[in-house]
């Protein structure tokens, strides 16, 4: 079995997000001060493989369930991924 291992340059994609997410850092970070949902994709798809994410959390203000998550890019940007509730 042959393993490759390669790095994948990847960021925050400013253009699938909300006007009032902010981005610095190279898109390496988005801030918000929204208490509604909100919604970024990264800049490079995946089909399979696996792959590994570091998240961390500067400051956390606003919402009591933050969440973060894997997403296909036809998600609805305006509610929590994964709440599968749709009232």
């Given amino acids: ?3 490759y291992r390669a790095v994948a340059s990847f960021s925050l994609d400013p253009a699938t997000a909300h006007d009032d997410v902010l981005f610095s850092n190279d ?3 988005a801030t918000s ?3 509604d949902n909100r919604v970024v994709l990264g800049s490079v ?3 399979r493989g696996v792959h ?6 500067d400051r956390y203000e606003n919402n009591k369930d933050p969440a ?9 940007r305006d ?7 749709v009232v």
């Fill in 52 to 57: 590994y994410w570091e998240l961390a959390i």
């Fill in 79 to 85: 509610r929590m991924i994964g709440n599968t509730h």
């Fill in 33 to 35: 001060s929204s208490f």
């Fill in 27 to 29: 898109n390496m970070t």
């Fill in 68 to 76: 973060f998550g894997i997403a296909t890019r036809d998600v609805p």
């Fill in 45 to 47: 798809g995946l089909s």
């Fill in 1 to 3: 079995m042959r393993v």
